[in-house]
């Protein structure tokens, strides 16, 4: 019996598809498969003194849950923000914690990134992320192989709101995010140094403006659990 589960595990050792499996790339995960009627919100970049506590402000007076991406360097210097999203309820993933474009990286430096938000998440009592959210949005096989072999869901988005650009009115990104909101979208936001308080008053319009129209707001990972067939897994 024990020879046979020796021979049976170098076997499977030796074959391809064994070693591909280890090694799949993460796949990046822009809409949730559902047909209900829910969105995600996602903000990146912060914890900021400035913007962060605005945009949970808003959130917690409207009762909707959100994700935020959280940058290491960034939640270092402002622990308690991270810790009131927490007590918030809020979705906390990991950006980062140097927020380092992950493209042309070598395999260990993706991994230390991505470590040390975990190490830190852990000595500021966080959960441990599942959640990534990859800077700028860019990535090659290295690095989403990393990913994957670390155990991260690649979070994207469908709706970009682009409002770390500073260019768009509250007015310009709300009709942006009611004309595309789709069943199981997901909305990215801002609460960096980039942010503005277009950010915040666009968020101020949309939320009251979908729950009107039947929309619920869950987090991405709530989220994540309507799919019942998905092609991200
Ligand atoms: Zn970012």
Redesign the pocket.
């Known amino acids: 019996m024990r020879l046979a589960s020796f021979l049976l595990a170098t076997l499977f050792s030796w074959f391809p598809f064994h070693h591909a499996a280890v090694t799949r790339p993460a796949p990046i995960i822009k809409q949730v498969l559902t047909t209900q009627k829910v969105v995600a919100l996602t903000f ?2 912060g914890p900021t003194r400035t913007w962060t506590p605005k945009v949970l402000q808003v959130l917690q007076q409207n009762h909707v849950p959100a994700t935020f ?1 959280v ?1 290491g360097t960034h939640a270092i210097q402002r622990p308690e923000i991270l810790k009131a999203e927490v007590d918030a309820k809020m979705e906390i993933g990991s ?2 914690y140097q ?1 380092i474009i992950l493209r042309n990286q070598s395999a260990d430096a993706v991994k230390q990134e991505i470590h040390q938000n975990e190490a830190l998440f852990t000595s500021l009592g966080v959960p441990k992320p599942i959640i990534y ?1 990859l ?2 949005g860019a990535s090659d096989s290295t690095a989403l192989r990393v990913l994957g072999d670390m155990g991260y869901k690649v979070i994207g988005w469908s709706i970009d709101t682009r409002d ?1 650009r500073r260019k768009y009115s509250a007015q310009q990104m709300a009709e942006k995010v009611m004309k595309q909101v789709e069943p199981g979208a997901i909305i990215i936001f ?1 609460d ?1 140094p980039n942010s503005s308080q277009a950010t915040i008053d666009a968020v101020k319009t949309i939320v009251p403006e979908l729950k009107k129209q039947g929309w619920k707001f869950d987090t991405v990972s709530q989220m994540l659990k309507l799919e019942k067939f998905s092609s991200h897994r």
């Open positions: 990146d970049d991406f940058i950006h980062g927020h959210r800077p700028a770390w801002h960096g």
